[in-house]
């Protein structure tokens, strides 16, 4: 039957009988079997070494040229290496600007003991389940599941989001990161994005159990190019860096009304050499990985819109979960999610977002999100996001 025809299947199968879900695999005929084993030898790269984290992740170090993105069909015949570097970096209109001093703490996130040899890079160490969720979550995604309606199951967002149809070169922000419940069949996030078409990019945090096996938060990105569309590192996107990879667990995060602990992630354009999207954390900036202009067909010349905010999922008879902090908005970092320091790129410029950004926040009800533009101290252009989720009958 193949993975193919499984896949819609399993989907199903998930969306409306989480637990059936399981045994529905397990019941996988001998080809499927097959087929899952082979795609496992193929994610689960032979290690030279091997680094189990505090929360028990395990991640192999596989050699740069092995990584999975080299899998990927279009990108064969490559010439990268592990020392790449972004060749255009963007500049800021105003010196003045260019570290902005924050009264939120950075979360340093990198594996025990250096993180992998210098060659390699870390892959997390993939099980038949995990498998399977990563494909399920990333047929959901991809699609959305989102009806749009208020109090419907599915995707839901609250972003800002540019209107202007104009060449991005990049995207970016500090995050304020969280970690708040959600069942087992449902995510949340706060994230970037930029996009052409139906080509995108995504990089943010999220707490998503079905698709890590945890109730953590992690680092994620998210990769919609051409045929292709996978969290992580599985579908095209290049790692660099040895001791950090793309799905760590995030901690410490935010608390309501206390500590607030950022993350500040980029997706920028190298726009004088290889067209590449290169994925950059902290400030000043450190490059991660990248992903490769040849595995796209619309994002390969340049993107057309640029969006910051959250998106959370729920199936059908589950109460939607929180988003941001969980709560309802209050207009105050201290309680409120936020991406703060918002950028766009043009013109291998970074310059804020232009003040008509169009706010999407399709379940009023339960989420929302608020341009508060630049608003100056250290903190610049914030945009503010969240909700307490739940249904909409017990909101009214």
Same mark, same amino acid.
């Given at each position: ?10 989907? =199903? ?34 290690? =030279? ?29 490559? %010439?990268?290496? #592990? ?22 703490? #950075? ?59 104009? %060449? ?9 990161a969280w970690n708040i419940p959600v069942a087992a069949s449902q995510y949340t996030s706060g994230r970037i994005k930029i996009s052409n078409g139906a080509e995108s990019l995504e990089a943010g945090w999220t707490v998503n159990p079905g698709l890590y096996g945890d109730n953590q938060t992690h680092l994620y990105?998210? &990769? ?25 667990? +995030? ?35 450190? %490059? ?6 040849? +595995? ?7 993107? &057309? ?10 199936? #059908? ?80």
């Amino acid at each position: 039957m193949g993975l193919k025809v499984i896949l819609p299947y399993l989907l =199903v199968c998930y969306l409306f009988f989480y637990c059936k879900w399981i045994e529905g695999y397990k019941k996988l005929s001998q080809e499927e079997e097959l087929e899952f084993e082979e795609q496992l030898k193929r994610l689960n790269k032979p290690p =030279v070494k091997t680094i189990k984290t505090k929360y028990g992740d395990i991640y192999d170090c596989v050699d740069f040229y092995k990584q999975l993105a080299f899998d990927h069909p279009l990108l064969k015949n490559h %010439n990268f290496h #592990p020392e790449m570097q972004l060749t255009s970096i963007p500049r800021r209109v105003s010196q003045e600007k260019k570290v902005p001093k924050l009264d939120f703490e #950075p979360v340093n996130i990198v594996l025990e003991g250096g993180g992998c040899p210098v060659g390699t890079v870390p892959i997390r160490r993939t099980t038949k389940d995990d498998l399977i969720r990563a494909k399920v979550y990333s047929e959901i995604h991809a699609s959305k599941m989102n009806p749009l309606v208020d109090g419907k199951p599915g995707t839901h967002y609250a972003v800002a989001r540019t209107k202007q149809n104009i %060449n991005y070169d990049g995207v970016g922000a500090k995050l304020s990161a969280w970690n708040i419940p959600v069942a087992a069949s449902q995510y949340t996030s706060g994230r970037i994005k930029i996009s052409n078409g139906a080509e995108s990019l995504e990089a943010g945090w999220t707490v998503n159990p079905g698709l890590y096996g945890d109730n953590q938060t992690h680092l994620y990105i998210y &990769t919609n190019a051409g045929q292709s569309h996978c969290f992580n590192a599985q579908c095209g996107y290049v790692h660099l860096k040895p001791d950090m990879p793309v799905d760590m667990v +995030i901690n410490p995060t935010s608390s309501y009304g206390g500590e607030t602990y950022v993350i500040t992630l980029s997706i920028v354009k190298d726009v004088t050499e290889t067209n590449n999207w290169i994925l950059q954390w902290d400030d000043p900036p450190i %490059n991660l990985g990248f992903w490769p202009a040849q +595995i796209f067909t619309n994002l390969g010349n340049t993107a &057309t819109q640029v969006e910051w905010g959250g998106e959370t999922f729920s199936p #059908p008879d589950v109460p939607g979960p929180g988003m941001g902090s969980g709560h309802a908005i209050r207009l105050d970092t201290i309680y409120d999610a936020f991406c703060a320091v918002a950028h766009i790129v043009v013109n291998n410029t970074i310059i804020n977002p232009p003040d008509d950004l169009e706010d999407l926040d399709d379940d009023q009800y339960r989420y929302s999100v608020v341009n508060k533009r630049d608003v100056g101290d250290g903190v610049h252009y914030l945009i503010i996001y969240g909700g307490l989720g739940g249904t909409t009958e017990n909101l009214h």
